[in-house]
């Protein structure tokens, strides 16, 4: 059989905690021995993004500060600030919702020269993940131009010429 669903909200805890939880019927005067015991571990405060680190044209190292019980942390990077999904997936491949273990930073490699990226992390506790991490932007370093020959050389004056690949972001 099906049983009514009922609930109250458990709030103004400390995080990365456990708690104890029973419950009993009571009707009337009569009240039911209590339900077994369920513990439940709140979940940890979020990681505090750091600036990245070894910032290049082809990548940057994201950082966070250890979430005290932490199992785990995730990161998410993305080409736009609140990353949306729509209408094209921003997310850089591999980095939507990446488990990186207990590691306390994360170096992407193989990006795009001179284009900006986000990053965020959520800490992973027993029982539930943390709230995200502020955003964090990095930009990888512009790649270098390229030189062109020169026009309209004159006695005194020429034209240099160079320009650069475009990255769409």
């Known amino acids: 059989g099906s049983y009514p ?10 995080p990365n905690t456990p708690y104890f939880v ?13 339900s077994a015991t369920l ?32 199992a785990s942390y ?8 609140n990353f949306v999904t729509t209408p094209a997936n921003w997310y ?19 990006l795009a020269p001179g284009v900006t990226y986000y990053y965020r992390i959520y800490a992973v506790g027993p029982d539930a993940g943390s709230l995200y991490s502020e955003t964090m932007s990095v930009t990888t370093v512009p790649g270098a131009p390229s030189v062109w020959p020169a026009t309209n050389v004159a006695s005194r004056s020429f034209h240099a010429n160079w320009g650069w690949q475009y990255m769409a972001q």
């Open 92 to 110: 850089v491949p591999g980095y939507e919702h990446r488990n990186v273990g207990g590691a306390l930073s994360e170096c992407l490699t193989h």
């Open 39 to 70: 513990q439940v571990t709140t979940a940890p405060e979020a990681p505090v993004a750091q600036p990245a680190t070894n910032t290049s044209e082809t990548g940057f190292c994201a950082r966070w500060s250890a979430s005290e019980g932490a």
């Open 22 to 34: 029973r419950v009993r019927a009571v009707k009337d005067a009569l009240s039911s021995d209590p």
């Open 74 to 81: 995730v990161l998410d990077v993305s080409l736009t600030y």
């Open 5 to 14: 669903h009922n609930h109250i909200v458990v709030g103004d805890l400390s």
